[in-house]
């Protein structure tokens, strides 16, 4: 299931929080969030399949990608197998793990987007008194 921010929700959110005199720190949560994802994202790959099993190769053409964990800090990704052994390496996780998860997607291009269309409305340089 892929992760992702509903914005409309967060919309809301302010607008109350607004009213109570807490925007300026939900706005800080969003943006580092915001951070958060583009921090993470990962340009010039792609994963493919090569003779059955799931491979990640080289491709500056490829849209950007997320992976589905990664370490808090450093942004490395990183996978695991049933035995819940954290590795960096996706190939080093057992066929069945590494076939059957989606450990790198596109579903936070969404998020990105989101994002912008939010900021351009709740931005705090352009909102007087946030």
């Not at 925007?23 to 010039?44: C, D, K, L, P, Y």
């Not at 490395?76 to 989606?102: L, Q």
Request: hydrophobic share 30%; net charge positive.
């Amino acid at each position: 299931m892929a992760h992702s921010v509903d914005f409309s929700y967060i919309d809301e959110a302010r607008r109350s929080a607004a009213a109570q005199g807490f925007a300026s720190g939900i706005n800080r949560a969003i943006h580092a969030g915001a951070r958060r994802f583009e921090q993470s994202r990962i340009n010039g790959i792609r994963q493919t399949h090569r003779n059955g099993d799931k491979v990640t190769v080289q491709d500056k053409e490829a849209p950007p990608l997320w992976p589905r964990f990664s370490e808090i800090g450093t942004n490395r990704p990183f996978f695991c197998g049933r035995d819940g052994v954290i590795k960096y390496d996706i190939s080093s996780i057992e066929a069945e793990r590494r076939n059957g998860y989606a450990w790198y997607g596109g579903w936070r291009s969404e998020v990105a987007s989101r994002y912008s269309r939010w900021k351009e409305r709740w931005d705090p340089d352009r909102i007087p008194g946030s």
